[in-house]
Antibody, heavy 122, light 107 residues
Framework: EVQLVESGGGLVQPGGSLRLSCAASGFTFSNYAMSWVRQAPGKGLEWVSG???????YYADSVKGRFTISRDNSKNTLYLQMDSLRAEDTAVYYC????????????????WGQGTLVTVSS | DIQMTQSPSSLSASVGDRVTITCRASQTIITYLNWYQHKPGKAPELLIY???SLQSGVPSRFSGSGSGTDLTLTISSLQPEDFATYYC?????????FGQGTKVEIK
């Protein structure tokens, strides 16, 4: 059974940093691309960042230069390092498994975690 | 970036109703379109990928159609467990973008 469990969320001040983790199990982690998707309070879903099985990375413009996605295939874990956080980064952050190994046209997310809440506020 | 616009933003329907949700893209996305169901406090679930392919384990009352800029999700006979918010997502070009969501409520 595929499981994705996010952790690391919490309250942080504007300008601060936070690192999210997503522990994966039930599939060969290194064979699949992974993404982070967020949902701000009362808003819809927003793709944040993706990483291929081999480590190539992709970002939404809203987080480029501030967030860094990475993965440790030996630990079956996906990460999102979030720096220079802003109030508008407040959201539930979901990790999502891709059906494919690379972040390419035709991507779809077949499994998602339950999410972890990040609140940026003074 | 490709903008995705869903209509309606919300709808009220009864159990057994046929429901159709439309997703319009700001440019052609051919059939690179996925549909997700999201319930409060739960993980989103993939329903349809590549515009019309049913994800494994998803009931056959869900179907997708269309190509180009206008695509649709249809629920043939609404069930109590289908009350949720539905999102389309284009996978034609990065950044992947979602529609704003369609909330399906009980009439």
């Amino acid at each position: 059974e595929v499981q994705l469990v996010e952790s690391g969320g919490g309250l942080v001040q504007p300008g601060g940093s936070l690192r999210l983790s997503c522990a994966a199990s039930g599939f060969t982690f290194s064979n699949y691309a992974m993404s982070w998707v967020r949902q701000a309070p009362g808003k819809g879903l927003e793709w944040v960042s993706g990483v291929s099985g081999g480590g190539s990375t992709y970002y939404a413009d809203s987080v480029k230069g501030r967030f860094t996605i990475s993965r440790d295939n030996s630990k079956n874990t996906l990460y999102l390092q979030m720096d220079s956080l802003r109030a508008e980064d407040t959201a539930v952050y979901y990790c999502a498994k891709d059906k494919r190994s690379t972040v390419v046209r035709g991507t779809n997310f077949d499994f998602w975690g339950q999410g972890t809440l990040v609140t940026v506020s003074s | 970036d490709i903008q995705m616009t869903q209509s309606p933003s919300s709808l009220s329907a009864s159990v057994g109703d046929r429901v159709t949700i439309t997703c319009r893209a700001s440019q052609t996305i051919i059939t690179y379109l996925n549909w997700y169901q999201h319930k409060p406090g739960k993980a989103p679930e993939l329903l349809i990928y590549a515009a019309s392919s049913l994800q494994s384990g998803v009931p056959s009352r869900f179907s997708g159609s269309g190509s180009g800029t206008d695509l649709t999700l249809t629920i043939s006979s609404l069930q109590p467990e289908d009350f949720a918010t539905y999102y389309c997502q284009q996978s034609y070009s990065i950044p992947w973008t979602f529609g704003q969501g369609t909330k399906v409520e009980i009439k």
